[in-house]
């Protein structure tokens, strides 16, 4: 683990600390329940289950800004932006909750959770997690599901795997090169995410997932992430097999993100 990923990581590493603190605090805080097993997220809305479909499943990001990138859309209402992915056909949620290096927020996932209360759309968490705590903290903002990053877990990966799933959350897994998929795979990961940027540079090689994607039973969900700036290369995604792509720049970036999605779904 190197280069980009680094100061993200230690950032993490100060925010896991923080909590830490907070629960040594409060040791009866919510978060402490969960850790120790007193309570569980009753996860009615199934993420695998959202994004099996007849269609390309489409998981529709929230996202101002990334490092690579620097901003990309100065977004006020995050449940607004939500309501509109939904109703252009998106199967699920993502929202970048990350502050320092992607300009979002807890808050932001709370309000865009609160807002799909009583709908079926999921919501994943997208951020950087290293600690169980963090998955903890996740459920009392609402997610159903969490990204897992086996470029900056490895080993651990598993543990935060079963964590996640004893805590009662569903985690999208991701991945970039077979060596991270073998990983995934020996974890027991049913939701695998193949991103086509390598995190320790953010570079973006589109044919990456197309070059894994053998790599990986049907029984478990495919997606591909990152560079899907146009409809048609989401459509080859999903007739190479995957069963659901990840988009965030083109969504933020477009006056009609509900029309994207969309054409993802049927160009």
Known sequence: MTNRLEPIV???KREVAALRVLLADQPEHALAHLLQGKTRHANAKRFARALRGPTLGVIAEIK????SKGTLALISDPPS???????????AISVLTDEPFFAGNLTDLKQVATALRGQPTPVLRKDFIIDEIQI?????????AILCIVAILGSKTKQILDAAH???LEALVEVHSQ????????????IIGINNRDLTTFAIDTEQAIRLIDSIPPSIIRVAESGILMPELAQTYYHAGFDAVLIGEALVTSNKPGAFIGACKHA
Do not use: C, F, T, W
């Open 10 to 12: 230690a950032q993490k």
């Open 64 to 67: 101002r800004k990334s490092p």
């Open 81 to 91: 932006l939500a309501q509109a992915y939904v109703a252009g056909g998106a199967h």
């Open 136 to 144: 903890a903290e996740s459920i009392l903002a609402g997610a159903d």
């Open 166 to 168: 004893r805590m009662g």
């Open 179 to 190: 060596n991270e998929l073998d990983i995934a795979l020996a974890s027991g990961a049913q």
